[in-house]
């Protein structure tokens, strides 16, 4: 196809019709035209004088036109991202007027050295997504650069030459392979931008300390053991993500951070109190969102209290799911500050995995707060307050060891989701009957010995979890609530109450005793209770509960011999009792010697969560000629 053609069309839109003068910034868009070429034409009525944008985006182009150049002597802006060159055209480098190039995805794997270095104007260049792996240092960037986009380029190393960018502001090199950068990096002094994440970084140079203007830095996903000593950027310095490193401790310069908005250190290998009261003292009126969860932090600063603006507190797991037994993931903290309280900003709270027995008596200060999770600790009670936390909405109160909640507990009438399985819990607080706006309610695995009266008063509830408590009732008599299933033939409900065999008797017995459903993937997702039907019969563990094979549910319930109708199966699911078996990784054991370096292993599910069940075999002799006549 011929770019011509669609050009003259593009141009007639940018064109004046009512005798006023055209544009002098004239865009053409060419993008996802399917061309092959460019042929420039001069005579079917463009004026490609006129165009200071191009757009060349995801086409087939593999080269561009010598004579490109003399038609664009105004051009600012190209586009000739998705296209397939390979090489990056030399003829760019006539383009002298060229303000911002995008390059990204052409499939890019070779730089000449003078490609670039002769664009004065360049401020703005991304050829982010190529195949570049390594840049040669006699590459020469244009020396005007502002921003550098980089990301996915699978490069090794960023050329010597980088550091005498003098202007550049922003730096985007993330999701590459980089294992060291240019010792000279600090003398990039106008940077404010940096991303380096997802990289193999061991180790930043110390010209760190040159950098004066940083406002963002994510070295997250590296393999980092430290940080600079010194760092130039404590005053201007707003978002730090050091997240997945093996940090084992924090620079003295992070107490003196004295603009900082967001802090995220999750998953490192942070020790005994990594941050002090001075660092409180000092982001007190800016730091919104606070990130130390995942590693083996002891202690948190006295004067806590004083984030009263930090809107997001995360000290918790940082793996999505308590459907774990036996380790902590979160970090090792008994106690919050008596201050913690004042955290009044607080909207969403991580205190999962740690070894909190117990709150303080002001936790209920904290109003603002939506969201809530204290899962896997050791909770024994509730503190009165807590009643007060009135704008909750969920909360996540699993794996602990509650054997009452406050009397009042039913204050918190703006909960959504309450999940309180594998506790210890004997009865509820009537006051629960106010609790109209819940919609999920866990409660698997307590004590509990009669049906809660006020059930039928939570009218929205749409997920209800009973199973293992110790109600002296058949199983199948337990209410229980979950999410209907529909055909995917005739959409009819398959859900308590509203599957019926064909001569008209309930099926509800037998749906509830198959589609038991848990909300113990207490952090929010919600997974079945099941274990697997083996050579020896079923197998039941803490938190599943037992699936027949469907043999055993046709013989048992003889009606079923195909009276559901026709189902499309083509469009089900196909289920397997190890689909939610995942390795959970921690870049580090809790045995290790403090101060020394970290080793790699893995953590698994309990055993109770992942059965080792085998499939029933059949075993039939075949006889001579059995399939002889098989297509």
């Not at 165009?51 to 490109?68: E, H, I, K, Q």
């Not at 039941?540 to 009606?559: R, W």
Request: aromatic share 8%; hydrophobic share 35%; net charge negative.
């Amino acid at each position: 196809m011929m770019a011509a053609i669609d050009t003259s069309h593009a141009m007639d839109e940018h064109r004046c019709t009512d005798g006023v003068e055209e544009s002098a910034d004239v865009t053409v868009d060419l993008s996802s035209k399917e061309l092959d070429f460019l042929r420039v034409k001069t005579n079917n009525g463009t004026n490609w004088e006129l165009v200071t944008d191009l757009d060349l985006a995801f086409n087939n182009l593999s080269s561009l036109p010598s004579d490109l150049p003399s038609h664009l002597p105004n051009i600012k802006v190209l586009d000739i991202s998705g296209n397939i060159f390979r090489t990056l055209p030399t003829i760019l480098g006539e383009l002298t007027t060229i303000v911002s190039l995008k390059a990204n995805e052409s499939c890019i794997s070779e730089i000449a050295a003078d490609s670039l270095s002769c664009l004065n104007k360049l401020k703005h260049l991304s050829l982010v997504g190529n195949t570049l792996s390594d840049i040669s240092d006699q590459f020469h960037f244009p020396e005007n650069l502002e921003s550098l986009y980089l990301d996915e380029s699978e490069l090794r190393i960023l050329p010597e030459s980088i550091c005498a960018l003098q202007k550049l502001t922003i730096i985007e090199a993330a999701n590459n392979a980089l294992v060291t950068l240019p010792e000279d990096f600090g003398r990039i002094c106008s940077l404010e931008v940096i991303n380096l994440c997802h990289n193999k970084l061991v180790a930043l140079p110390e010209s760190f300390s040159l950098l004066e203007k940083v406002q963002v830095m994510d070295i997250s996903h590296n393999c980092l053991t430290e940080m600079p000593e010194e760092f130039g950027s404590v005053d201007t310095l707003l978002s730090l993500y050091a997240n997945h490193n093996r940090l084992e401790s924090l620079p003295e310069w992070t107490s003196f951070l004295t603009n900082l908005e967001t802090l995220s250190v999750k998953d490192n290998v942070l020790l005994g109190k990594p941050l002090d009261e001075q660092f409180c003292e000092n982001v007190k009126d800016t730091l919104k969102t606070f990130l130390i969860g995942g590693n083996f932090i002891e202690h948190l600063p006295t004067n806590l209290g004083l984030l009263s603006r930090v809107e997001f507190f995360h000290i918790g797991s940082i793996i999505g799911e308590l459907e774990r037994a036996n380790f902590q993931n979160g970090n090792w903290i008994r106690n919050l500050p008596d201050n913690f309280g004042a955290m009044v900003g607080l909207r969403k709270l991580r205190l999962d995995e740690n070894q909190f027995t117990n709150l303080p008596d002001n936790f209920g200060d904290l109003v603002n707060l939506e969201f809530l999770d204290l899962g896997q600790n050791r909770l024994r009670h509730l503190p009165g307050s807590f009643c007060n936390l009135r704008s909750l909405k969920k909360c996540m109160l699993s794996k602990n060891c509650l054997q009452e909640l406050p009397d009042e507990f039913g204050n918190l009438s703006e909960l959504r989701e309450l999940f309180l399985n594998a506790n210890e819990l004997r009865a509820l607080p009537q006051s629960m009957v106010k609790l109209t706006n819940l919609k999920i309610l866990d409660l698997f695995d307590n004590k509990l010995s009669t049906i809660p009266e006020f059930l039928d008063s939570l009218t929205q509830l749409n997920a209800l979890d009973l199973d293992c408590n110790s109600f002296d009732i058949d199983e199948l008599e337990v209410p229980r609530k979950f999410k209907a299933n529909y055909y995917a033939s005739d959409r009819k409900k398959f859900g308590a109450g509203s599957a019926k065999t064909v001569n008209g008797t309930s099926l509800t017995p037998l749906v509830l005793a198959l589609q038991k459903k848990s909300m113990w993937a207490s952090h929010g997702e919600t997974r079945d209770r099941k274990t697997v039907q083996g050579r020896q019969g079923s197998s039941e563990g803490n938190g599943m509960s037992s699936v027949n094979s469907q043999d055993e549910v046709d013989s048992e319930a003889g009606f079923l011999d195909g009276s559901f109708g026709s189902e499309n199966w083509d469009e089900e699911l196909e289920e397997s009792p190890y689909a939610d078996v995942n390795i959970y990784e921690h870049p580090v054991k809790k045995s290790s010697p403090r101060g020394q370096p970290a080793v790699d292993f893995y953590f698994l599910p309990s055993r109770e969560h992942a059965l080792e069940a085998a499939p029933t075999v059949f075993h039939n002799d075949i006889e001579d000629g059995q399939f002889d006549d098989a297509d």
